[in-house]
Nanobody, 121 residues
C-alpha cells in the first residue's frame, strides 16, 4: 500500500521552476515531520528540505545548495506537503522522494515512490 504519493516532477530548463506535491494517507500527517529527499544517479539519497509538525511550529530546514531557491510548505487540512523549486540547475536533476517521519515521537517512517525531476536545456 502506497501511503505517500508524489507528483509534479518533469523536465524543465535551467532557471525554470517546478512544484512538487506529496499527498499523505498515513492518518498521521499533522503529527509527523515531513521532508523531501533526492537521489541522483550514482549518488546517495540526500536531504533537500524538512518541515516540522505543527506542535513544533512547522520549523523548516534546507540543504545548503537549495536554500534560497526551494521552499517547503505543508497544508495540514489537505494532508499535503509541497516543494516549490525555483531557479533550477542541472545539479538538481534527481528522483525526489517524500518522507514522513514520526520516529522522534515513537511513530513510524514512510517513503514515497519518488518523482523524477530533470533539469536540462
Amino acid at each position: 500500500q502506497v501511503l505517500l504519493v508524489e507528483s509534479g516532477g518533469g523536465l524543465v530548463q535551467p532557471g525554470g521552476s517546478l512544484r512538487l506535491s506529496c499527498v499523505d494517507s498515513t492518518n498521521s500527517f499533522s503529527a509527523y515531520a515531513m521532508g523531501w529527499f533526492r537521489q541522483a544517479p550514482g549518488k546517495q539519497r540526500e536531504l533537500v528540505a524538512t518541515i516540522d509538525n505543527r506542535a513544533n511550529g512547522g520549523t523548516t530546514n534546507y540543504a545548503d545548495d537549495v536554500r534560497g531557491r526551494f521552499t517547503i510548505s505543508r497544508d495540514n487540512a489537505k494532508n499535503t506537503v509541497y516543494l516549490q523549486m525555483n531557479n533550477l540547475k542541472s545539479d538538481d536533476t534527481a528522483v525526489y522522494y517524500c518522507n514522513a517521519n514520526g520516529r522522534p515521537w515513537g511513530g513510524l517512517e514512510y517513503w514515497g515512490q519518488g518523482t523524477q525531476v530533470t533539469v536540462s536545456s
